[in-house]
């Protein structure tokens, strides 16, 4: 099998060449363009509110907020969702039972949970946690409930003549393992339905902390270069977590997709 390990690699020059004009640009349309930092704050200016946000601790205490948030929300959606999911996949009457129910919850938006999210958990973590694990739970779930639908019946004939006799041991050696790519894309989905949840739960007042909480209490102050650097910070944040969830799925548990040979 030849593989190109070079193949979707980005280069570092041609990315230094894209940051640095992008920053340029900015800068000039700031400056020289707009001329109204309430509209457009300049890069300098956004570095320089970084600076002042970092040095004051505000900005590390809002990003472990909503770390905590995320954490909670996703943690709880991949504890009732994969679960959930292998049942409704794999026996039919559960299914059954179960699917019209989820189907009339499915489709309200997380947003709209807020208000209970409050009289039930007040403004802590667990009320912005609650409303990210709404939103994060049905990618998750219906993700898994596909991959065990659509387990090859060959699959499982093959694991019951091999010894798997229970529907615990199929699901462990054979359904599991058949349905990860499904999980992965599942669990990829959900984390970026997450962390917009995440920003809008704590913009509509979920929270006293958080990324999503300051821009709102920025912008009230018209204070737009600090918006911009929670903006940036949301954005660099989201794509760090996505990083590290592909790598960690492709140097584990889908190892065997990337190409890799011994």
Known sequence: MNTNKSAG????????????????????????IVQNKFILPSFTDTVTAFISLYTAGTLGVDI?????????????SLLIGVPLGICIGWFERVNQLLDPLIEIIRPIPPLAWIPFAIVWFGLTDFSAGFVIF???VFPILINTYEGFKSVPRVFVEAGRMLGCTSSLSLIRYIALPSALPHLAAGFRIATGVAWMCLVAAEMFGVSRFGLGQKIWWYYNLHQMDNVLV????????????DFLFRYGMQR???????????
């Open 9 to 32: 690699k980005r280069s570092p020059v041609y990315l230094a060449i894209s940051v640095t004009a992008t920053i340029l640009f900015w800068q000039v349309l700031s400056d020289y």
């Open 64 to 76: 472990l907020t909503s770390l905590m948030h995320f954490a909670i929300g996703l943690g709880l």
């Open 134 to 136: 709404i939103g994060s």
């Open 230 to 241: 929670y903006m940036l910070m949301l954005g660099f944040i989201g794509l760090f977590i």
């Open 252 to 262: 584990s548990l889908l190892r065997w997709r990337v190409g890799e040979v011994n």
